[in-house]
């Protein structure tokens, strides 16, 4: 079993190589038929300039808001909170065959539309070994991007969600890389969890 809790960054070449794989995990796929597209470039991934991700992690202790038993392995997930960052507990390998978004915590702002550009605090975990592959709670800072711009488990767990809720996601293969994304780690076939916080929509 693997607990992953967001480390702090020791430098700031550990920001490039997390903003560097969040451009090669997050929008590296803009549709289910194009999984190979090259990375966006730096300047698509914008911070939000008003609010933080928080880099603490939970507390000793924390109790999970969902826990789903998968066609192998397991997860528990705590959503963040205003001074700490997620929590994700893999029993490992875990895999899924349908993709499954639970709301940790409901929001009370306007419903997140399909085609919104989010701010958004996020944490990516590789179903297979538990490792996290992204995570904008690393860098303290919020990521903005289209939902059309996204993988389509991304998009599942965002769209139709209010504004201020805290998300959890497991993704089959098929919903988030296929064929795979070798610079953050994610092989063919993996299921891939995420914590989401949506931070404001427009």
Not at 134 to 149: E, I, M, T
């Amino acid at each position: 079993m693997t607990t992953v809790n967001p480390p702090r960054l020791s430098s700031p070449l550990a920001v490039l190589a997390f903003a560097a794989a969040f451009a090669v995990t997050i929008s590296a796929c803009g549709s289910k038929s194009d999984t190979s597209s090259p990375a966006a470039p730096a300047s698509s991934v914008n911070k939000s300039s008003t609010d933080t991700c928080p880099t603490t992690a939970p507390a000793e202790g924390t109790a999970p808001e969902w826990t789903f038993t998968g066609a192998t392995g397991s997860i528990a997930v705590a959503g963040s909170t205003d001074t700490s960052a997620p929590m994700v507990t893999v029993t490992s390998p875990f895999t899924v065959t349908e993709t499954q978004v639970h709301t940790l915590t409901p929001g009370d702002g306007p419903v997140v539309a399909p085609t919104a550009t989010v701010s958004v605090c996020y944490m990516g975990v590789n179903g297979r070994n538990g490792s996290v592959f992204d995570s904008s709670y690393q860098r303290g800072a919020p990521v903005d991007f289209p939902l059309d711009g996204v993988v389509p488990g991304f998009q599942k767990a965002i769209t139709g969600q209010k504004v201020g809720s805290t998300v959890a996601v497991a993704m089959t293969s098929a919903d988030g890389y296929p064929q795979g994304q070798p610079r953050a780690g994610i092989e063919p076939g993996d299921s891939l969890i995420f914590a989401i916080k949506i931070l404001d929509a427009s």
